[in-house]
């Protein structure tokens, strides 16, 4: 069969889990987190099974949900999203992305991703037939910053989304407002529309604020933001996740969304919407994980690994320079198999496999196990 995606393998993170699990390591790679989610939502999710709310939900999602999701929008970054026409519940933020991906992009459609990048956006702007166009991310002692001019002059008349991961994975950047200005001017006048990855919007740190599209009007009327709430609650296996849009990009995402999943699970929405009255669990969220953050950092302090910035997220990018020379898959299988912590290499969010000396570890871990893993890598 002539392959759709000849490029694709199997994903970085199911190489890296499975070498951790083989060699016992403790598994900093695929992130996600080893500490369980609040009982009071499995009660929930249970309640609501119990409740009898085990069939179909709407293919749009349950409306407590959007109603939820619509007044955390809200409150928190000041737009009015109408919760019928404007919300859609999906399995994940990987399928919201997928699906905005396949109802805009027509065959020739140009896409502006910028790298690294999460792994998913490439293959599915290849599989609408669209052309991806790369733009690198400059990497200095500041960390790593978007080149808004390269962005600029990387537009053509064929550009028809533009993809933005805040806070980014893998490096852990977060837009700032100069950002948000930059990227403003450049689709303001164009047909652009912007796909918001936004699944880390409660991790930013040390008192910076999430810059969501949400928050901009410009930006929001032409952008589809996503979020996830595996990531926001501890749960990734659930795979529940959201997009919002304005009510005509929404009305196209739903088009493949019906044929795509149609909908997703009804128990989990139905938990989840009862558990998002309380805000204090997203709020709480900067405070946690940059509690683990700072402790990650202060471990490897010490140690040949040079830290860099790491404003949200749940992940830390260190160059190992001083410490060897290999390419960096190579480096990460010998941190997993010898040194027993896993690591991803940063030159995998690259298509054409972008060498920098760096690797990614996930401190979304107990603090036992950050520990356990900082004692390992000291020695190397
Ligand atoms: N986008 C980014 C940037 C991610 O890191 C992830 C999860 N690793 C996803 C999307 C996918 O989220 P979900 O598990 O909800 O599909
Ligand atoms: N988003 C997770 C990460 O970047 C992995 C998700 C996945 O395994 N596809 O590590």
Redesign the pocket.
């Known amino acids: 069969l002539p392959s759709r995606l000849p490029a694709v393998g199997t994903t970085v993170?199911t190489r890296m889990s499975q070498l951790a699990a083989q060699h016992g390591a403790v598994n900093l790679g695929?992130?996600?987190p080893d500490f369980p989610c609040d009982p009071q939502l499995v009660d929930m999710v249970t309640d609501a099974m119990r409740a009898g709310f085990n069939q179909y939900p709407m293919m749009t999602g349950a409306p407590v949900l959007r109603t939820a999701i619509a007044a955390k929008i809200g409150a928190l970054y000041g737009h009015a999203y109408d919760a019928d026409s404007e919300i859609t519940v999906t399995?994940?933020?990987?399928?919201?992305?997928t699906t905005a991906i396949l109802c805009c992009v027509h065959p020739g459609d140009e896409v502006i991703i910028i790298e690294p990048a999460?792994d998913?956006y490439l293959p599915t702007v290849e599989l609408a037939g669209g052309v991806p166009v790369l733009v690198q991310m400059d990497v200095g002692p500041a960390g790593y910053r978007v080149p808004w001019d390269r962005i600029a002059a990387a537009v053509t008349p064929k550009t028809r989304l533009l993809v933005i991961?805040t806070p980014?994975?893998p490096t852990g950047t977060v837009l700032r407002q100069a950002d948000i200005d930059a990227l403003t001017a450049i689709v303001q006048g164009t047909d652009i529309l912007i796909l918001a990855?936004e699944?880390?919007e409660h991790m930013v740190y040390d008192g910076q604020r999430h810059e969501s599209m949400s928050r901009h009007p410009l930006l929001a009327a032409r952008s589809f933001v996503?979020s996830?709430?595996?990531?926001t609650y501890h749960v990734?296996g659930w795979?529940?996740?959201y997009v919002a849009a304005p009510a005509p990009l929404m009305a196209e995402f739903r088009k493949v969304h019906q044929y795509n999943v149609f909908t997703t699970n009804t128990p989990m929405q139905h938990g989840i919407a009862a558990y998002m009255a309380d805000p204090a669990p997203y709020l709480e969220l900067p405070a946690f994980y940059q509690h683990k953050r700072d402790l990650f950092r202060a471990g490897l302090a010490g140690s040949r690994f040079e830290l860099l910035p790491a404003d949200g997220?749940y992940f830390q990018c260190v160059r190992y320079g001083a410490i060897s020379s290999q390419p960096e898959a190579a480096f990460a299988e010998w941190l997993t198999t010898e040194i027993k912590v896993a690591a991803i290499p940063v030159a995998a969010f690259y298509r054409g496999g972008t060498e920098s000396g760096i690797v990614r570890f996930c401190f979304a871990k107990q603090d036992d196990t950050l520990r356990l893993a900082l004692d390992r890598l000291a020695r190397v």
């Open positions: 993170f695929q992130g996600f399995a994940g933020a990987t399928q919201a992305l999460y998913s991961n980014h994975n990855d699944v880390y996503v996830s709430f595996g990531k990734t795979k529940v996740g997220t």
